[in-house]
């Protein structure tokens, strides 16, 4: 015991989006590459969870650029590098999925995520099941809300509003969210 007592005791926790954007900054000066600072931005704000992910989005947003024979990565070349990946993601991904790992990962009914009890935990993981819906698929919050929740659009996009308002402020659905999408990603 004094042994494991004497060490270090350090939380790792997804990084910020300051760290994520330093990491892309050394990333391209070690490699020597271009690209401008709108393009790391976006990368750092829309890559949140994967340091390798964001490292090869990177990696693909530059190699585009120079397929192009353009000097400098722009930000066009990182939203384009972006939906491609979206779009190999979007061929596997269905709301019957997500449904399932967020029904797996609470340990909870389907009846329940999808039914109309107000239960602190069911409310927290239907709106959290609705946020990834609306951040990984490409489905209108009306069809979200009709089909699968039998709810008014209104309703969805309060749900929604409400995680990612908690993305900044409450730890464990940050990280409930990010262990989330890398189970639903990694199907």
């Known amino acids: 015991v004094s042994r494991f007592s ?6 790792i926790q997804t ?16 490699e020597n590459n271009k690209i401008e600072n709108d393009a790391l931005e976006f990368l750092a704000q829309q890559i949140t969870n994967n340091i390798r992910e964001l490292e090869g989005a990177l990696s693909k947003t530059i190699f585009l650029a120079q397929l192009k024979d353009k000097k400098v990565a722009t930000l066009e070349d990182a939203e384009e590098a972006l939906n491609a990946k979206k779009k190999e993601v979007a061929e ?3 709301p019957s999925l997500i449904i ?12 329940d995520l999808l ?8 409310v927290e993981a239907r709106h959290i099941c609705i946020y990834l819906m609306c951040d990984l698929l490409n489905i209108p919050m009306a069809t ?5 929740f039998s709810r008014d659009h209104t309703s969805i996009m309060h749900a929604r509003n409400k995680i990612v308002d908690s993305l900044n402020n409450n730890d ?10 890398s ?5």
Not at 6 to 11: A, E, K, P, T, V
Not at 172 to 181: A, E, G, S, T, W
Not at 183 to 187: T, V
């Open 172 to 181: 464990k659905i940050r990280r409930d969210v990010n262990d989330l999408k």
């Open 115 to 122: 039914g109309t009890k107000r239960n602190k935990e069911f």
């Open 15 to 30: 990084p910020d989006f300051e760290t994520r954007y330093v990491i892309l900054q050394k990333k391209v000066q070690l």
């Open 144 to 148: 979200i809300g009709r089909d699968i």
């Open 92 to 94: 596997f991904l269905t």
């Open 100 to 111: 399932d790992q967020v029904c797996k990962f609470y340990r909870m009914e389907k009846k």
């Open 183 to 187: 189970l639903i990603l990694n199907k």
């Open 6 to 11: 004497m060490g270090l005791i350090q939380d």
